[in-house]
T-cell receptor, first 113, second 113 residues
């Protein structure tokens, strides 16, 4: 069974631009979560989508948004990029059932200059 | 609110020695607890999870963890360290089993030949 895939793997953007990251979950998984990983703040939860609906949300500004499609693929968008948005963005998928484990993709490394 | 504390941001052990990585959690409801490992430039890989079925949980690669409610701890151990265990380890908690994982700050494990 194929794992979680994320595209692109690396991205360089300029401050003020916007970016869209993509995540394809494991086949059959209906839940996709997004995390931001930085050296200073560690791993932080952004949001979770289940069956095309945002089910959980972390404490990030509205510049961070996401969506999920009917095939469970998910995208996250960051508008008006700031230098502090430079991070590894990780996507994780799961069945969505309580306590079920999340499987992580390799991440997208975003650098904002 | 849930939280995780990992004692020791860096741990070094000799090859063949016991590995002990500490994790303490805070949760207002019975928690689901996880240990993940991250190798350089990769995503997170699940080592094991606790979901109240048994207090001693066995995971992959010879790792295990014991849930101690009285100590609010979920320490990770491995009897004999291998060079391939060198990586960063993260403890995470989920309240009520929802998809929002709260991670500790991580412990970087170094194996001394």
């Amino acid at each position: 069974k194929a794992g979680v895939t994320q595209t692109p793997r690396y991205l360089i953007k300029t401050r003020g631009q916007q970016v869209t990251l993509s995540c394809s979950p494991i086949s059959g998984h209906r839940s996709v979560s997004w995390y931001q990983q930085t050296p200073g703040q560690g791993l932080q939860f952004l949001f979770e989508y289940f069956s095309e609906t945002q089910r959980n949300k972390g404490n990030f500004p509205g510049r961070f948004s996401g969506r999920q499609f009917s095939n469970s693929r998910s995208e996250m968008n960051v508008s008006t990029l700031e230098l502090g948005d430079s991070a590894l963005y990780l996507c994780a998928s799961s069945s969505g059932l309580a306590g079920d484990e999340q499987y992580f993709g390799p991440g997208t490394r975003l650098t904002v200059t | 609110a849930q939280s995780v504390t990992q004692l020791g941001s860096h741990v070094s052990v000799s090859e063949g020695a016991l590995v002990l990585l500490r994790c303490n959690y805070s949760s207002s409801v019975p928690p689901y607890l996880f240990w993940y490992v991250q190798y350089p430039n990769q995503g997170l890989q699940l080592l094991l999870k606790y979901t109240s079925a048994a207090t001693l949980v066995k995971g992959i690669n010879g790792f295990e963890a014991e849930f101690k409610k009285s100590e609010t701890s979920f320490h990770l151990t491995k009897p004999s360290a291998h060079m391939s265990d060198a990586a960063e380890y993260f403890c995470a908690v989920s309240e009520g089993g929802n998809e929002k994982l709260t991670f500790g700050t991580g412990t970087r494990l170094t194996i001394i030949p």
